[in-house]
């Protein structure tokens, strides 16, 4: 009896959001801003903070539910906010093209000061020089070429909420004048798409990307 491969899952493993890094933290100033001859300002580094929210309203809210497309299965994740930075992973199941998970966040401004967006960044596998990495789950089990033609399908992208309308995002950018006032919020989308239309393989393959940076500052 002929093995039926075409129930196999393809997985995508580790993807890790990686918001506010430690190159945030007061970049706009030095170690001592000397005001006069007999005074000194040490800013207060928790002056400066942003948290990742699952809640347009409640910027402690640590649970994002993803948005899905098809018949893939996906988990919810659950935001690590830590002093400097937020880290999440993400895990995600398709079977076949034509299936998407994206994930909304909310970006909450709780400090004291504007912040600016520097960088997004998306980068490569840890201790690899590519940005997405595909490997057969069971050796022999499925067509190296095929994996490789479907891998090239799989995407990931990040939307970031600028005015009313969210813009799309596949590589590393810089940017000047995107502003997110003390305050205020803002949103964006991890995207993971397995396009319709795209190559299949004829066996389980996991596919594994890079972590997507952004890096925000106090001053533009």
Avoid: W
Avoid at 62 to 69: A, D, H
Avoid at 98 to 108: D, E, I, N
Avoid at 186 to 196: A, H, Q
Wanted: hydrophobic share 35%; aromatic share 8%.
């Amino acid at each position: 009896m002929e093995k039926d491969r075409r129930s196999k899952s393809l997985f995508i493993l580790g993807l890790s959001i990686l918001l506010l890094g430690t190159t945030l933290a007061f970049a706009a100033f030095s170690a001592n801003l000397r005001v006069s001859s007999s005074a000194t300002v040490t800013p207060n580094e928790e002056d400066f903070k942003l948290l990742v929210s699952g809640s347009n309203i409640d910027p402690n809210v640590n649970i994002v539910n993803p948005e899905i497309v098809g018949d893939a299965t996906a988990d919810d994740i659950t935001i690590n906010n830590s002093k400097n930075s937020s880290s999440t992973s993400i895990n995600v199941n398709f079977t076949e093209p034509g299936q998407s998970v994206t994930y909304l966040f909310y970006l909450h401004n709780v400090g004291q000061y504007d912040a600016f967006l520097n960088t997004l960044t998306f980068k490569n596998v840890v201790d690899s020089d590519s940005k997405k990495i595909c490997n057969v789950v069971e050796e022999g089990d499925a067509s190296l070429e095929l994996v490789n033609k479907a891998c090239e399908d799989i995407e990931l992208s990040m939307d970031l909420k600028q005015g009313s309308q969210f813009i799309n995002f596949k590589d590393s950018m810089s940017f000047d004048e995107i502003k997110l006032k003390k305050g205020y919020v803002s949103s964006g989308k991890v995207n993971i798409i397995y396009p319709e239309g795209s190559d299949r393989a004829d066996g389980a393959f996991n596919v594994q990307f890079g972590d997507i940076e952004l890096t925000y500052s106090s001053a533009n």
